[in-house]
């Protein structure tokens, strides 16, 4: 019987970033459909100033991830992003581009997802800048939803809000706190997926979620 997994995340986030193995294991088995919800968490009033304080946080968190999961974070993501003083922590832009590829190329959203975390975390590039964001999109050949992110228009922005306000929801049922947060569902039947096994094993959490 085929599972829906409801992937509760924010692109902005390091340990979304770090679940990105688990994720990749996880859209490999047949009987899961993945679906990546994002929940606007670092977007709007979750925005906030990269400050020197933040940014000693964030890369120390950022390093416990990488040696964890072993995702890169480089020097070029320590001084060009965290060592920028006047853009927002803000995760706003990055989900509207995911919604565009939602809407344009569903199959891809994943590619797009960590096409854009690699642009942060490896190159460096600052992935609140539409402009930014629409390269990262045409370097994939994601031209339509590119062409949305540049200039994103009324039913881009309706439909960007319509998936935050559903993972939300999600959030808020379920409890959850944080994310990334991994919702199953089969038939009637929803819950919250143990991903203890998200980060150091991620082909475990794959076989259990098949087997489930």
Not at 51 to 75: P, V
Not at 120 to 125: A, E, N, Q, S
């Amino acid at each position: 019987m085929t599972k829906t997994l409801h992937y509760l995340f924010d692109p902005l986030c390091g340990w979304c970033y770090g679940a990105i193995p688990a994720l990749s294991a996880l859209s490999e088995v047949p009987a899961v459909n993945l679906e990546l919800l994002p929940t606007g968490l670092f977007a709007g009033e979750g925005a906030r100033p990269m400050n020197s304080e933040f940014a000693a946080y964030a890369w120390s968190n950022d390093q416990r991830i990488e040696r964890l999961t072993g995702q890169r974070f480089t020097e070029q993501y320590r001084e060009r992003v965290l060592g920028d003083r006047q853009r927002l922590f803000d995760s706003g832009p990055a989900t509207v581009a995911l919604t565009a590829v939602s809407l344009t190329a569903p199959d891809r959203e994943l590619e797009a997802l960590k096409a854009i975390q690699s642009a942060r975390y490896v190159d460096g590039k600052d992935t609140t800048s539409l402009e930014t964001l629409a390269g990262v999109l045409r370097g994939l050949g994601l031209e339509q939803a590119a062409t949305r992110v540049a200039q994103p228009d009324e039913d881009l922005l309706a439909a960007n809000q319509a998936r935050i306000h559903r993972a939300q929801a999600l959030m808020r049922e379920f409890g959850a706190r944080g994310v990334p947060t991994l919702v199953a569902e089969s038939s009637a039947k929803r819950w919250v997926v143990n991903h203890a096994d998200f980060y150091s094993n991620p082909s475990a959490l794959a076989g259990e979620l098949e087997a489930a």
